[in-house]
Antibody, heavy 118, light 111 residues
């Protein structure tokens, strides 16, 4: 059974860089699209971007600030979001896209709350 | 960006009664490969989203058959034939045809 677990600081200062890691256990990270998705408090979900075999695609509204990378040796992928503001406060999820269907995330991490505040 | 508009945003339902959620897109969700990448998720309180339906009408294994998805082009619907207590939560539609965007969510509660 594949499991995903997000980790990283729960508090980030404005203008700094948010960094999170998603550890994939119970299966290989190879051969799937892996995404970061966030959910501001009380709001809907926002797709940030994905990585597949080291190739990345980012949602345009994040493109100038985001980097997603993968470490296959550790079965992990990561998110870096620079120049954060209070608007970046959210629960951040990592998720696996189910094969053959764009956006059909079949596996999710439990989510990690990140607060942007001084 | 493609905008998905869900209705209603709040859905009080009596146990055992049916429920229906609409998801309308500002553009057709038919991809160049002929598939329609419209997914429905359930998010129970305090939990991560869970996939229920993908490619409009394909129900995930383990999802009760009281859940069904339908629609085409720009109009889609999630139906629950008989609501149970465990169905309480927020339901999101999501499209993967033009980037990836989510609807605002529909909160289902028991009346």
């Amino acid at each position: 059974q594949v499991q995903l677990q997000e980790s990283g600081p729960g508090l980030v200062k404005p203008s700094e860089t948010l960094s999170l890691i998603c550890t994939v256990s119970g299966g290989s990270i190879k051969g799937y699209f892996w995404s970061w998705i966030r959910q501001p408090p009380g709001k809907s979900l926002e797709w940030i971007g994905y990585i597949y075999d080291s190739g990345t695609t980012y949602f345009p509204s994040f493109k100038s600030r985001v980097t997603i990378s993968v470490d296959t040796s550790k079965n992990q992928f990561s998110l870096r979001l620079s120049s954060v503001t209070a608007a970046d406060t959210a629960v951040y999820y990592c998720a696996r896209e189910g094969g053959g269907s764009f956006g059909a995330y079949d596996m999710w991490g439990q989510g990690t709350m990140v607060t942007v505040s001084s | 960006d493609v905008v998905l508009t869900q209705s209603p945003l709040s859905l009080p339902v009596t146990l055992g009664q049916p429920a229906s959620i609409s998801c309308r897109s500002t553009q057709s969700l038919v991809f160049r490969d002929g598939n329609t990448y419209l997914t429905w998720f359930q998010q129970r309180p305090g939990q991560s989203p869970r996939r229920l339906i993908y490619k409009v009408s394909n129900r995930d294994s383990g999802v009760p058959d009281r859940f069904s998805g339908s629609g085409s082009g720009t109009d889609f619907t999630l139906k629950i034939s008989r609501v149970e207590a465990e169905d309480v939560g927020v339901y999101y539609c999501m499209q993967g045809t033009h980037w990836y965007t989510f609807g605002q969510g529909t909160k289902l509660e028991i009346k």
